[in-house]
């Protein structure tokens, strides 16, 4: 009796299966571009508001490199507000690849605005600070940038700005073609390097 009622429930199971894919069929084709619509916006929205901050860190830090090599006190000045943001947003990002970036301009703009200020000491504390960046794919192959450092050479300031090259070392990746080694020694002999591109104009006159 089993062995008679097999073959009608293999049918029953086609049976359903087929009604199952019509219906399926039928629902994919009215409701599906809709839902495939929907499907698509809401992953925009989450693709945007994963992005959103990523491109606000990224445009800061494009902002603040722009203090950290300006000729203009009053630019330098006016961007402190957001060198200091751009060091508190770097704490959430320290995965990324643009951390070192922030790390390094934040601290060279702020340097330079405290240089602006008559702040020396404080100045040299940022230089420092710009040099313990981990480094960026920009950094370990142009190198750090050297505009503040030139200004504390001009204000006697060697021995900090020797520990700032020291420190460039451990980031600047295109050792082969680094000058950092000919520069310490440009400074160690009481003289200014020729930094090239790495250093903006420096500000005139140093206040």
């Known amino acids: 009796m089993s062995e008679m009622k097999r073959p009608r429930g293999v049918l029953v199971g086609l049976l359903i299966a087929t009604a199952t894919f019509t219906a399926y069929t039928v629902l994919q084709r009215r409701f599906g571009p809709r ?15 994963v992005f959103v901050p990523y491109q606000a860190f990224y445009d800061l830090t ?3 490199q722009a203090a950290a090599r300006c ?5 330098i000045r006016s961007l402190v507000p957001k060198a200091t943001d751009l060091q508190r947003r770097a704490s959430n990002f320290k995965e990324d690849w ?3 970036n922030a790390v390094h301009y934040a601290n060279l703009a702020l340097g330079r605005a405290a240089l602006v200020d008559g702040m020396t000491s404080e100045t040299g504390d940022y230089l420092l600070l710009a040099g313990q960046t981990p480094g960026s794919p920009q950094l370990g192959d142009y190198g750090p940038d050297m505009t503040l450092a030139a200004e504390l050479l ?11 090259l020291e ?9 082969g073609k680094s000058p950092l080694k000919d520069w310490e020694q440009v400074v160690k002999e009481g003289g200014t390097p020729d930094f090239g591109s790495r250093a903006g104009r420096p500000l005139k006159p140093l206040s």
């Open 35 to 49: 839902l495939e619509r929907a499907r698509e916006q809401r992953v925009a929205e989450l693709a945007a508001k």
């Open 167 to 175: 420190l460039c070392e451990r980031f600047w990746f295109n050792r």
């Open 154 to 164: 001009a204000c006697g300031q060697r021995d900090v700005v020797l520990q700032y």
């Open 98 to 100: 643009n951390y070192g």
């Open 71 to 75: 000729q203009d006190p009053e630019i």
């Open 62 to 64: 494009r902002e603040v």
